[in-house]
């Protein structure tokens, strides 16, 4: 088996001719930054979304989940300090008006890290390395801030007073409703509060596919733990023999490369400060792995002081290995009290809950916010699945079974008997009961199996005409081709059994 590495651009074409995503509007020459998913695409990412919910709201009792308005009172952006704070660096060209981002401009041009660099800097260096247009290689202009928010108005006037944004993170809608969802699901602290939806940021130069949209989603957690006990965190013995690649702020200085160590090592060398933080990272980095990402396409990369959020006090990022380099899949900061003292300030509102040890009132702190994108998310589990098998001259997309867009392929051995097609039919209506199912009369049954293949269907069942007399089919795995033998009236079971992650050849009679 061969994994070619593909371009971001090949991943690209592989999602639109398969169904997965598409560029937006393209009938009308598209809209860069934004993008539809496709019938394969919708399943894909409905199934991430769902697996992390269950992971991280429903099978935990220590957080709960809420899904907030995009548009919201504007004080709010005020109160976080996106109006004056969420921006990046614009510089234009003098000629041809293309606008760039500055830290763009810079790593492109010089491959080196921006992290952390700011306007005057920016500026410094495009004019000491005399970056010139992307475009038309005219000269820039002055680079200036620009602020990502989306501006919107409400209601038919079109005045100062009756403008909004669309929210730019998820995040904050969970710090405006801190108290009522505290109060009402009577929480304890240590908790969590989690939610997933629509982000929208005018990105200056939208990129890479899926990687830098204007319109995305994201799944986030603000980790709320009593500002005098940080360091209890009751599931730190889950993870510390957890091992991942680490770069922390202090080797990036040292110009050292990453190093595999455990948890446990990284928190006696105070590499990772908090527990809260370890665990977090740990926790992550192992719902993608159990997903079934390669584990060793991620790193740990802690902010460098310059680089942090003005609400950060420390931020890891879950780096991903992408075929354009190490990038950002998942932030996960340590936002303090900052936020619900911005709020309890500017609304005017006591967000403080009452701890019922010292009889006083406390500000809890997040000690963890794990933000992730969802669409990164997709292209993470659609880079680790796709391989090209040479004996099958043929993409084989390898997803893990949770994540199947279509579970199971069911087919009739030749489409053109009635008495083949009206069975498989049977068994295809009683298995779409419970599963994503594919039912293919098209081309020969290796054509199908090929198709099926290629955008991942995890088991395919075919009716042959033995199944006409015996009430058996053939079920065949995606991953090795091996077949069995099964009774149509056990098939459900053992299918059951297969996505569920037993081996087939231990599930039935092997077919040669
Ligand atoms: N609440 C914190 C926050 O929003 P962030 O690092 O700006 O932090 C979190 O964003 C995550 O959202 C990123 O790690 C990434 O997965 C995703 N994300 C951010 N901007 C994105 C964009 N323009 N396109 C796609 N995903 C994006």
Redesign the pocket.
């Known amino acids: 088996m061969e994994k070619p590495k593909l371009t971001i651009d090949e991943m690209a074409v592989f999602c639109k001719r398969k169904g997965f995503v598409y560029p937006t509007s393209e009938i009308y020459g598209g809209i860069a ?1 934004f993008y539809d998913f496709g019938h394969l695409g919708v399943e894909l990412k409905n199934n991430i979304k769902n697996e992390w919910w269950k992971a991280f709201v429903q099978q935990r009792e220590d957080i709960v989940g809420i899904d907030g308005s995009i548009i919201t009172n504007p004080m709010v952006w005020k109160a976080s300090g996106h109006v004056d704070g969420f921006t990046d660096v614009l510089v234009d060209c003098r000629k041809c008006g293309s606008r760039f981002r500055g830290d763009h401009l810079i790593e492109d041009k010089l491959k080196i890290s921006t992290a952390g660099m700011s306007l005057d800097e920016i500026a410094k260096e495009i004019s000491r390395h005399k970056i010139k247009c992307q475009k038309c290689g005219s000269e820039l202009g002055e680079p200036k801030k620009f602020n990502l928010m989306f501006a919107t108005n409400i209601g038919p006037m079109q005045a100062s007073s009756s403008a909004a944004y669309l929210r ?4 904050q809608v969970i710090f405006t409703n801190f108290k009522l969802v505290q109060e009402n699901a009577r929480l304890k602290l240590p908790f969590g509060i989690a939610q997933i939806g629509k ?1 929208f ?1 005018n ?1 200056i130069s ?1 990129r890479e596919f ?5 319109e ?1 989603e ?1 799944m ?1 957690i603000e980790y709320f733990v009593h500002p005098e006990k940080q360091e209890d965190c009751p599931y730190i013995d889950e993870i510390l023999d957890y091992e991942l690649n680490v770069l922390s702020a202090d080797m990036q200085k040292q110009k050292k490369k990453m190093q595999k160590m455990p948890i446990k090592e990284c928190l006696n060398k105070k590499i990772i400060k908090t527990r809260w933080h370890a665990y977090w990272l740990a926790t992550m980095h192992k719902w993608f792995a159990d997903l079934g990402a390669n584990p060793e396409h991620f790193r740990i990369r802690q902010h460098v002081k310059d680089e942090l ?1 003005h609400y950060a006090l420390d931020t890891w ?1 879950l780096e991903y290995e992408f075929p354009f380099g190490w990038k ?4 996960l ?1 340590n936002r303090t009290d900052f936020d619900l003292k911005q709020h309890m300030q500017h609304s005017k509102t006591d967000l403080s809950i009452f701890d019922e040890e010292t009889k006083k009132k406390i500000i809890p702190h997040v000690i963890c ?1 794990p ?3 969802v ?3 997709f292209l993470v589990f659609m880079f680790d699945a796709y391989n090209y098998d040479k004996k099958r001259d043929n993409v084989v997309l390898k997803l893990h079974p949770k994540l199947c867009p279509i579970k199971i392929g069911v087919f009739p051995l030749l489409s053109n008997k009635e008495d083949l097609v009206k069975k498989a039919r049977d068994v295809y209506n009683e298995l779409v009961k419970e599963w994503t199912c594919t039912f293919d009369l098209s081309g020969s049954i290796g054509r199908r199996y090929a198709r099926a293949d290629e955008i991942g269907v995890y088991a395919c069942v075919t009716i042959d005409f033995d199944s006409l007399e015996d009430n058996s089919v053939t079920v065949r795995s995606r991953d090795t081709t091996e077949q069995i033998r099964v009774k149509i009236k056990e098939l459900k079971e053992i299918l059951r059994k297969f996505l569920d992650g037993e081996k087939l050849g231990k599930l039935g009679e092997k077919v040669e």
Do not use: I, K, V, Y
């Open positions: 930054g730019p993170e998820t995040a982000a940021r990105e939208p899926l990687f830098r949209m204007r995305f994201q986030e959020s990022d950002e899949l998942q932030g900061s916010e933000s992730q994108g669409e990164r998310a």
